[in-house]
């Protein structure tokens, strides 16, 4: 079964430093990974989504993930972190089973930006 | 184009009692879903659906039923409320079910059981 490993539960950055957040995936076939964010009180809203194709994947809000199959990571980075970004943020793989696409997500980071 | 919609926002419900959360989406797509956030924890499936008259069971379907009368509308059903049913619950929903496809969620529903 597939699985997602983000090992960071909480970060925090100054507003203008780069980040990233990891994400580790466990799945026996190719990936479809995503990352979401969730604004206090919020649903999710995707940021960026890999399917095949460059390994560097641009999304919304100036954030870039990386697919790096031999070490099973899609990690997250921003060069410049905005105080807008505190959130949390969680990485997913997508799995198509035959009849539905299924989405399985990691824990989540919390990100907290100080000024 | 409201996107996913989902109500209530905040319940308290004491322990046996029933609800139903509801969710519609006015995007026209086929599937839907439901998810429980727990604190500390990634979204886990609940229920989804393929279409109208038609739902499947997904990772944590116990205590739960659900039903898809329409497009629009995909409620989630507690019929005997439990603590360990609080929690946070999305719906979503997406147009079509190959692996690429992005899920689009709703606020969220938080649900206090007691």
């Known amino acids: 079964a597939q699985s997602v490993t983000q090992p960071d539960i909480h970060i925090t950055v100054s507003e203008g430093a780069s980040l990233e957040l990891r994400c580790n995936y466990s799945y026996g076939a190719t990936p479809y990974l995503f990352w979401y964010v969730q604004s206090p009180g919020q649903g999710l809203q995707l940021l960026l989504k890999y399917f095949s194709g460059d390994t560097l994947v641009q999304g919304i809000k100036g954030f870039e993930a990386e697919f790096k199959r031999s070490q099973s990571s899609f990690n997250l980075r921003k060069p410049s972190v905005h105080w807008s970004d505190a959130a949390e943020y969680f990485c997913?793989?997508?799995?198509?089973?035959?009849?539905?696409?299924?989405?399985?997500f990691g824990t989540g980071t919390r990100l907290q930006v100080t000024l | 184009n409201a996107g996913v919609t989902q109500t209530p926002k905040f319940r308290i419900l004491k322990i046996g009692q029933s609800m139903t959360l509801q969710c519609t989406q006015d995007?026209?797509?086929?599937?839907m879903y439901w998810y429980r956030q727990d604190p500390g924890m990634g979204l886990k499936l609940i229920y989804y659906?393929?279409?109208?008259?038609?739902?499947d069971k997904g990772e944590v379907p116990n205590g739960y039923n659900v039903s898809r009368s329409t497009t629009e509308d995909f409620p989630l059903r507690l019929e005997l409320a439990a603590p360990s049913q609080t929690s946070v619950y999305f719906c979503?929903?997406?147009?079509?079910?190959?692996?690429?496809?992005?899920?689009?969620f709703g606020p969220g529903t938080r649900l206090l059981v007691l």
């Open positions: 659906s393929v279409g109208a008259g038609i739902t």
């Open positions: 997913a793989v997508g799995v198509y089973t035959g009849t539905a696409s299924k989405l399985t």
């Open positions: 979503a929903s997406s147009y079509s079910i190959v692996d690429q496809e992005t899920q689009y």
């Open positions: 995007m026209n797509h086929n599937y």
